[in-house]
């Protein structure tokens, strides 16, 4: 290869590569840019905080239910992100700045301390607290985070936050060995509260969206007794579940996956 040859080829490679970091930073403004209308909805809307009100109502029931019947040491499991506390402000940040999720910007939120109550949580929390139930909040949130997660939840207004009932992402996000140890330590978990399926156990960890409405099916009876879910739609499991490896996909063919899934009207010419 010649000289001219050579540097004619790195020329072509640098553009290439150049063109494709371009791309995807597009495909990252865009996939950005799709999240404004659903934090629009979570920030705005009436009909998200009347859901979220309704939701903690019927869960507040379902315990009172579990309640009267004499069930020993009762335990309700609450999520965090989304279900007891607001971070759309987050949400709304990176939408603004049309740049993903990263743990350094999240981290940095976190440690603000600003995240919100959800509508009707604290009120909930409490009835729990008071009335001969104990509450797990289990996030999978970072250990490191635990002093920022404890003192923005208890600047809230939420009870008993403590070491005992705060229960983070040590090892896995899958949280089915922190609920098993809750009832190892004798409660009897009543009532979960979540806003992704697998706050409600292992079964739709890491599953695809088929395998995660497959589990709605087959638990129907659940939903609303026992297991309450809040919506979510700016981010959850539900994201990752619409392709194999998603996360590990470049901003592109994500934005590819989200427009092949839809089901779309075949409107007649
Ligand atoms: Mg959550």
């Known amino acids: ?88 402000a987050y949400q709304a940040w990176a939408a603004q700045q049309q740049v993903p999720f990263t743990d350094a910007t999240w981290s940095q939120w976190t440690h603000a301390k600003q995240a919100l109550a959800i509508p009707g949580a604290v009120d909930f929390a409490r009835y729990i607290d008071s009335h001969g ?34 229960l983070l992402n040590t090892s896995s996000s899958n949280k089915q060995a922190r609920f098993d140890s809750i009832g190892a330590r004798g409660y009897q978990v009543v009532v979960y509260v979540g806003d992704n399926l697998n706050d409600f156990g292992q079964a739709t960890w890491h599953k695809d969206n088929v395998q995660r409405r497959e589990f709605v099916a087959q638990h129907r009876e659940k939903f609303g007794t026992e297991f309450f879910l809040l919506p979510n739609p700016s981010y959850g499991d539900w994201e990752s579940g619409l392709s194999q490896n998603y996360t590990k996909m470049s901003p592109s063919a994500k934005l590819q996956v989200r427009e092949q899934a839809l089901r779309v009207w075949r409107k007649m010419p």
């Open 133 to 166: 139930g104990t509450i797990f909040y289990v996030s999978n949130r970072a250990e490191q985070d635990r002093q920022v997660t404890a003192d923005n939840l208890r600047t809230l207004g939420f009870p008993s936050v403590s070491a005992e009932t705060l």
């Open 1 to 88: 290869m010649t000289n001219a040859m050579k540097f004619m080829f790195c020329v072509t490679l640098i553009s290439a590569v150049s063109a494709c970091t371009s791309q995807d930073k597009q495909a990252d403004q865009r996939l950005a840019d799709q999240s404004t209308m659903a934090v629009n909805w979570m920030q705005q809307s009436g009909e998200y905080q009347a859901i979220a009100l309704q939701t903690f109502k019927f869960a507040t029931s379902a315990f009172q239910q579990a309640a009267s019947k004499g069930v020993h040491s009762p335990a309700v499991i609450v999520d965090l992100d989304e279900t007891m506390i607001d971070n759309s």
